[in-house]
């Protein structure tokens, strides 16, 4: 089957994984609703082209924080990549390498953050941090980090607590014995007491500050309120989401809440998004309305799926070439 669009390659995953792992990938809070708003906003917004510009030459690269990048989608940190390829993060690391593109580790990857970085060396990676009870555990991984030569320090702001994914519930979810969050073996036992820690304040920016001196994104922003926090507490950068859905059901998709967060930063700070995005277009209108980038959480799991690093390569070359044509359509 020729793999065509971004859908190709959630129909291929959701017919060849375990269906526990497909079931934990699509989850979304409670009945969903936000999960799929985050698709359905995209399709309301239309564009106004213009006709008869030189469109011969378009330049989809972009910058973030300095870093240039080949175009504006990245990859948004998501867990527990073995599920989907048994290399797991260290093909995501070398497909975004490949790609020119950033990739944003999560804290709970089934490698260590040794394990991502040896897989790409040069490529520009972020790394995304839960705060822990045991502030210790985060205090190491930030400084770890750091000194493996990771760029920017991605802080999670919406999970004082998970959110109640009805399918993860009814299969009993949890890792096979064969695969470890890789980066907290021994830190704490992750099935008695949630590790999260639920007192977070914005006042902890002060504290990872004090810790490194990597760039501070906060992710999980959407409100002007919490925008212009973000700002005063001297974050570098937003990312406007909600978690693909997967927190609290009935808040924005995060196209519709990107307006108000890039109207409150007034290009005091950069701002990027996540959510939704399944179509070269949808990075159009994403940066149409402010974001400097995107990324992309879902679709990197599907192209995981499909063929490992080759299969991600192939979902970034997807979303770039329909962006670009996009660009060139929209004038």
Known sequence: MAMVCVSDFEAYAK?????????FFAAGADDCNTRDENILA????RFRPRMLRDVSVVDIRTKLLGAEISFP????????????????EKSTARAAKAMNTCYIASTYSTCTLEEISAAAP??????????????AVSQQLVQRA????????????????????????????????????????????????SPLDPSVTWNDIYWLQSLTHLPIIIKGILT???????????????????HGGRQLDGGPATIDALVEVVDAVQGRVEVYLDGGIRKGSDVLKALALGAKCV??????????????EEGLQEVLRILRDEFRLSMALAG
């Open 146 to 193: 750091e000194a493996l030569g990771f760029q920017g320090l991605v802080l999670t702001a919406d999970l004082p607590y998970t959110g109640k994914r009805r399918d993860d519930v009814r299969n009993g979810f949890r890792l096979p014995p064969h695969m470890k969050l890789k980066n907290l073996e021994g830190a704490f036992e992750v099935c008695k007491m």
């Open 42 to 45: 995209y399709k309301r917004i």
């Open 15 to 23: 017919k060849y994984l375990p269906k526990i792992a497909w079931d």
């Open 73 to 88: 989608v990245g990859i948004a940190p998501t867990g527990f990549h073995q599920l989907a390829w048994p290399d797991g």
């Open 295 to 308: 990324f992309i959480g879902r679709p990197a799991l599907w192209g995981l799926a499909y063929k490992g």
């Open 224 to 242: 002007k309120e919490d925008a212009e926090l973000a700002v005063r507490h001297g974050v570098q950068g937003i990312i406007v989401s909600n």
């Open 122 to 135: 040069s490529g520009l990676r972020w790394f995304q941090l839960y705060i822990h009870r045991n502030r």
